[in-house]
């Protein structure tokens, strides 16, 4: 799954349009027309970036994100403004901005530099991104640490994603005593990741090994 962007920008025609431009570069995106409508789209679903228009019906993107950032939330916001407003929007937690009319393919360019210095280059599954030097799952809006076994794990279930990797493999591993290993204590940690990462994320190819298909 890409990147999912939330666009709140009350002009219908450029939302669509920015959506249709945005989906074709393989974003996912989901449109909101008011600060209301994005709080509520907030509330169901994480994004790794928003794109605010600052006139809205309720109120202003600035007065918007503010709200978001008192919640905690750091989601990367970019503010798409008819006036030169870089210091408000910077002020309220913005981390980029555009003046309309707004050039699209710079845009993408800005979008895509906001992501990478949010984001990083780390494996993406689903909705997370793994960092496993922190040995974390992070989300736009949430973070788990993960236990060693568990991040060495799925260090080497995304080695061979898609593929399957041996369970001796990861007996070798993960146990560094032979005597410890079981079937049993290795579906401990498959089931804890399944926790976060989703049922179906990984498969039992059984008495061969796991494979990774998130």
């Given amino acids: 799954m890409g990147y999912k962007i939330l666009v709140v920008e009350d002009d219908a025609l450029f939302a669509q349009t920015l959506q249709d431009l945005l989906e074709e570069e393989g974003y996912e995106v989901v449109l909101a027309r008011s600060a209301e409508e994005a709080l509520a789209q907030n509330y169901d679903t994480s994004f790794h970036c928003y794109i605010l228009d600052v006139k809205l019906p309720d109120t202003d993107g600035f007065t918007l994100l503010r709200e978001l950032r008192s919640s905690g939330d750091r989601t990367p916001a970019l503010f798409l403004t008819s006036k030169e407003t870089p210091k408000e929007g910077f002020l309220a937690g913005g981390d980029d901005y555009m003046t309309k009319p707004a050039d699209i393919e710079e845009l ?107």
Avoid at 128 to 147: G, P, V, Y
Avoid at 173 to 202: C, F, H, M, Q, T
Wanted: aromatic share 8%; proline share 2%; net charge positive.
């Fill in 108 to 214: 993408l360019l800005r979008l895509q530099a906001l992501l990478r210095r949010s984001w990083g280059e780390y494996e993406r599954i689903g909705k997370w991104r793994f960092d496993a030097e922190a040995k974390m799952l992070r989300s736009a809006s949430e973070q788990i640490t993960l236990t060693p076994k568990e991040a060495k794990l799925l260090e080497l279930l995304l080695a061979q994603r898609g593929h399957i990797v041996p369970k001796e493999r990861i007996f070798e591993e993960l146990w560094e005593d032979s005597a410890e290993a079981s079937d049993a204590a290795l579906r401990v940690y498959i089931n804890e990741l399944k926790k976060y990462l989703g049922k179906e994320s990984i498969v039992n190819i059984r008495g061969v090994g796991y494979k990774l298909e998130a």
